[in-house]
Structure formats: C-alpha cells, structure tokens
C-alpha cells in the first residue's frame, strides 16, 4: 500500500457518493446511503489533513453530477532555452502558469488564456508534452482526483506582469530553477520539460 492510498479510497468513495446522489434523488433510502458514504470520505481526509470534517462535508455537497476527474492546465514556455515560471502568491513558490479548466474553453484556448493572465506573455499552445493523473506524479495530497496537462507553447509576444495569484514572471535556466511551489509542478517534471525542449520529436508522456 502507497503513502497515499487512504486519499485514492477517499477520493472514490467519494465520487461514488456524488454520482450515487445524482442519479438516486427520487430513493431516500438510497440518498442516505450515499450521504453516509460522503460522510465517511470527508472523515478519512479531516483524519490526515488541517481541514475540518464540515469544511469537507460542505464543499463536496458542491459537487453536482457524475463525478469525472478535474483538469489542470499548465503552458510550458521556452525563450533562449530558458522555461518561463511564475510566483504564486499563495505559498511564494514558483511554478509552470496555468490552473484549472473553465467550462466553454477548448484545452488549448485554456492553457494560452491561464498564461497570459498569469505572466502577461502571449503564447501558442502546439503539443502536449504530458498528461499526469495528479496522485501518481507525487504532488501534497489535493481533496479531488485531478489530471494535469503540459502543454509546450511557443512565445509569440507580451511583457512580464503580475497577476491577481502571482507576483512576478521570469525565464530560468535549468541550473538556475527557484523554490518551487510543488503542489503544482514538481522538480523532475522541469527537467523533464527541459529534456523535451532539447528533444522536440518525443511522444507525449502520460499517466
């Protein structure tokens, strides 16, 4: 068993409570079962987390429809071999732009948008360098199961400028790669970007 096994069986009990509810809504009994299952995963992450079981409970009362993963974008930029990186405001680590999706955005329109409000460079995204199920890469434990796409994005213009969740944006080279806010890109994931900027025929990395 992983380090983070509890939080995978959370995360699934708690998938199946959201999609049970959706689609039991007119079977009290079958509603409270699901409650109950809810219950029991917002319990096991208030066990192994700062957060409150309510805090919990509250936000996957939130959660409506069938449960499917949540997508996190993030544009990989390259200007004289340097990879663009941004602060965050939240932890004052670095990391690759990008968040999550919005509803009504292509993958690619996300990714261009996401850097461009967060570094103020204008971009172009042209391949997807990996897709990695969040859990696996070893990132902090997050409450929901959550994919990250890499896209690389050729730089097509703009100006270094500060956002409403960072505070500064920079090229870096690979020796010169600042403390990094690694609940959202990790070490080996920069290098392993830096290794496809140098080999631009690899195949997407994935899972």
Request: include cysteine.
């Amino acid at each position: 068993m992983t380090d983070l096994q509890w939080l995978e069986w959370a995360q699934r009990l708690q998938s199946l409570a959201q999609s049970g509810l959706t689609y039991n809504k007119d079977h009290p009994f079958e509603v409270e079962r699901y409650e109950a299952i809810s219950k029991i995963a917002a319990e096991m992450m208030a066990a192994q987390s700062s957060l409150e079981e309510v805090q919990l409970q509250t936000l996957f009362a939130g959660q409506k429809g069938y449960a499917t993963p949540k997508i996190d974008v993030r544009g990989v930029v390259f200007r004289d071999n340097k990879i663009l990186l941004v602060k965050e405001l939240s932890d004052g680590g670095w990391t690759l732009p990008g968040g999550f999706a919005d509803v009504g955005d292509t993958p690619s329109e996300a990714v261009e948008r996401e850097v461009w409000e967060e570094s103020g460079f204008q971009v172009k995204a042209d391949k997807i360098l990996a897709l990695y199920d969040r859990t696996r890469q070893g990132h902090p434990p997050y409450i929901f199961h959550l994919y990250k796409i890499f896209f690389h994005c050729q730089l097509l213009g703009g100006f270094a400028a500060d956002s409403v969740e960072t505070e500064g944006a920079a090229f870096f080279a690979k020796e010169e790669i600042p403390p990094l806010s690694i609940a959202r890109v990790l070490p080996r994931q920069i290098m392993r970007f830096f290794d496809h900027h140098e080999h631009p025929d690899w195949p997407t990395d994935f899972d």
